[in-house]
Each structure stands twice: as C-alpha cells, then as structure tokens.
C-alpha cells in the first residue's frame, strides 16, 4: 500500500485548496461543496467539480519533499500548531525530528531530505 504524504482537494466553484493534514481533520471549501478527511492516514473527499490532489511518498522526491509536511508548535511548543513542508525545515530542525522520533515512512523522507542536501 503506497504511504500518502499529502492529502488535498481543490474547490472549483469556488477556488479554495483544503488540506488534511491529520487522521479525523475534516475540512470543507468555503463554498462548503468539498470536502477532505483523512490526512496522511486515508483519503476522503467528496463534492462536485473537484480536483483531488494527492502524494505520495513514492512520488518524485522534488514533489515529495515540498509537499511532505510535519506538524510544529515552535521551538518551546507553546506556538499554535502550523504544518512545515520538508523543503523549509532548517538542518537543525531536520536532526531534531529524527532525534525525537516518528513513523518510519516519516522518518525516511527526512533522511532523503538529509541526503538530498547533501548533509
């Protein structure tokens, strides 16, 4: 089964792109015609005139690394939650997050980011 690393939909009535980012993170457009659920976990999605935008993380790396997020409350954890694409993490940011750990697929895109750096 092929690992989703970006789980979106965009709205053609109304223009808007909706990110899942998480397991149960329901969204809907502001048209309120489509919708996206599942995150990274499983796809769900629904209206009508949409365009689903799916990667995976088998997909080229040059799509993979600008759409693969991670999830980050700042440096002390006490910021709202945004979600960083691999390609704008720092270097330290990139060992911090092998340092403290996460799902393999996860982990193994940091480490091509690493490699792909040339780190």
Same mark, same amino acid.
Not at 47 to 54: A, C, L, R, T, V
Not at 63 to 71: C, E, H, I, P, Q
């Given at each position: 089964?092929?690992?989703? !690393?970006?789980?979106? $939909?965009?709205?053609n009535?109304c223009?808007d792109t909706?990110v899942s980012y998480?397991?149960?993170?329901y969204k809907?457009c502001?048209c309120?015609n489509a919708m !996206?659920?599942g995150? !990274?976990?499983y796809?769900?999605y629904?209206?009508?005139?949409?365009?689903?935008?799916s990667?995976?993380?088998d997909?080229d790396f040059?799509? $993979?690394r600008k759409?693969?997020?991670?999830g980050?409350?700042?440096?002390?954890?006490?910021?709202?939650?945004?979600?960083?694409?691999?390609?704008?993490m720092?270097?330290?940011?990139?060992?911090? $997050?092998?340092?403290?750990?996460g799902?393999?697929?996860?982990l193994?895109?940091?480490r091509?980011?690493?490699?792909y750096?040339?780190l």
């Amino acid at each position: 089964m092929r690992q989703l !690393v970006y789980n979106a $939909v965009k709205c053609n009535e109304c223009g808007d792109t909706i990110v899942s980012y998480s397991r149960h993170d329901y969204k809907h457009c502001s048209c309120e015609n489509a919708m !996206v659920d599942g995150g !990274v976990d499983y796809a769900r999605y629904g209206g009508k005139n949409i365009e689903k935008i799916s990667i995976y993380a088998d997909d080229d790396f040059e799509l $993979v690394r600008k759409y693969a997020t991670r999830g980050s409350r700042g440096p002390n954890g006490d910021q709202p939650l945004s979600w960083i694409a691999i390609c704008d993490m720092d270097d330290d940011y990139l060992q911090a $997050v092998l340092d403290y750990g996460g799902a393999d697929w996860h982990l193994d895109i940091i480490r091509k980011e690493i490699k792909y750096r040339g780190l």
